[in-house]
């Protein structure tokens, strides 16, 4: 990727543009990755998470299997220690939880994460300007995937979920 946030103050266009081009090549890699490896699953919902000043971004996933796995662990181990019923619907969106959570794709988002944590560096007002054009440029790159027909179309795309956390 071989570029830096922090260059242009305020963000230049094509610095933006080249942001959401990476994050938008790297999702798709993660993802299509991530798929090829799971073949017979039936994948769900794909994510984006990051924390609420866009120091990093990183994909999630999860299928009906991982979530109906992730499920029996919780009543065989943490339920019965906590008193508690662990339920699909109570679990279905606990990305945290999830059977691809943090743990495919970081190769693919190495270099933009190295630029978005370089960008909280500097002094406060400088950051603040520059964040809501990042959190677009992200977005837009997540939004990509779905212009691209990545996640499919009619009956097929409606049981796919896509969404962005910010904790």
């Not at 999860?62 to 906590?82: G, I, S, W």
């Not at 988002?109 to 560096?121: G, H, K, Q, R, V």
Request: glycine share 8%; proline share 3%; hydrophobic share 40%.
């Amino acid at each position: 990727m071989s570029f830096t946030l922090a260059e242009s103050r305020p963000m230049a266009l094509n610095v933006l543009d080249h942001l959401a081009v990476h994050v938008h090549a790297a999702l798709k890699a993660a993802f299509s990755e991530l798929i090829r490896a799971n073949p017979g699953q039936h994948f769900y919902a794909f994510a984006v998470f990051t924390d609420d000043s866009l120091q990093f971004i990183h994909p999630a996933a999860n299928t009906e299997e991982a979530l109906t796995a992730t499920v029996q662990h919780y009543r065989e181990t943490v339920d019965p220690k906590y008193g508690s019923t662990s339920t699909r619907a109570g679990m279905r969106w606990s990305y945290g939880d999830w059977g691809h959570f943090a743990n495919f794709g970081e190769e693919h988002f190495a270099e933009i994460n190295e630029a978005l944590i370089e960008n909280i560096d500097g002094p406060d007002e400088e950051f603040e300007a520059r964040i809501g054009s990042l959190w677009a440029a992200v977005l837009s790159g997540f939004q990509r995937l779905e212009t691209d027909g990545f996640f499919g179309s009619g009956a097929e795309r409606s049981k796919i979920t896509c969404y962005w956390s910010a904790t």
